[in-house]
């Protein structure tokens, strides 16, 4: 079973829908990561979330450190937001500061 | 605007060879980290570096070594290339302790033939 697991793997949605992708860490973290990864492969990083939720734009994350779960949702969403959306969850407060990664989850917005 | 830089977008090495993958980033971060990424595993760590000429080695090391001998810099190294090391590599920054966030590079797509 790995340390971080996303759901859906795939999501497709009509333009205008609302989204949700759920992330689930079965480790103690520092911190949790929601990163986006378009076409080609840069990856730019959403939010860092420790406790609560963060609101940026049409995003918003939301993590429960008690049952270890996070949401990535995307309001009024649009084919611009296709791409795929990875879960990182950062472990204690070493100088390493290591990430591990969910698989990711790959978004298709349909117009 | 702060960056990671990769000193290519895609590149073509036969079976093999010696590769060199470049990594720059202008934040004056600590930590640097090279990752693979491929499907169905997500992104795995190679090697990582917390201050000039430290490494520590990653989930995935074998076949690969790196260096950093100035702090904005983090090269990773391919000794022999074999065409299992066909992959995306993102090398990625942060501050001590990870604080601030991570900055991912646009990632270098390495097919070995």
């Known amino acids: 079973k790995n340390e971080v697991e996303q759901s859906p793997q795939n999501l497709t949605a009509q333009e205008g829908e609302f989204i949700t992708i759920n992330c689930s860490y079965s480790?103690?973290?520092?911190?949790l990561h929601w990163l986006q990864q378009h076409p080609g492969g840069g990856i730019v990083s959403l939010f860092m979330l420790s406790s609560g939720k963060k609101k940026h734009g049409r995003l918003i994350a939301t993590i429960n450190i008690q049952e270890k779960h996070s949401s990535l949702h995307i309001t009024a969403s649009h084919p611009r937001d296709s791409a795929v959306y990875i879960c990182?969850?950062?472990?204690?407060?070493?100088?390493?500061?290591?990430?591990?990664f969910g698989e990711g989850t790959q978004l298709t917005v349909n117009p | 605007d702060v960056k990671v830089t990769q000193s290519s977008r895609y590149l073509v090495k036969r079976t093999g060879e010696k590769v060199f993958l470049e990594c720059v980033q202008d934040?004056?971060?600590?930590?640097m980290f090279w990752y693979r990424q491929d499907p169905g595993l997500g992104l795995r760590l190679i090697y990582f570096s917390y201050d000039v000429k430290m490494k520590e080695k990653g989930d995935i090391p074998e076949g690969y070594s790196v260096s950093r001998e100035k702090k904005e810099r983090f090269s990773l190294i391919l000794e022999s290339a074999s065409t299992n090391q066909t992959s995306m590599y993102l090398c990625?920054?942060?501050?001590?302790?990870?604080?601030?966030?991570?900055?991912f590079g646009s990632g270098t797509r390495l097919t070995v033939v």
């Open positions: 934040m004056d971060h600590e930590n």
């Open positions: 480790v103690g973290i520092s911190a």
């Open positions: 990182a969850v950062r472990s204690g407060e070493t100088s390493g500061s290591r990430l591990t």
């Open positions: 990625a920054s942060s501050l001590w302790g990870g604080a601030g966030g991570y900055t």
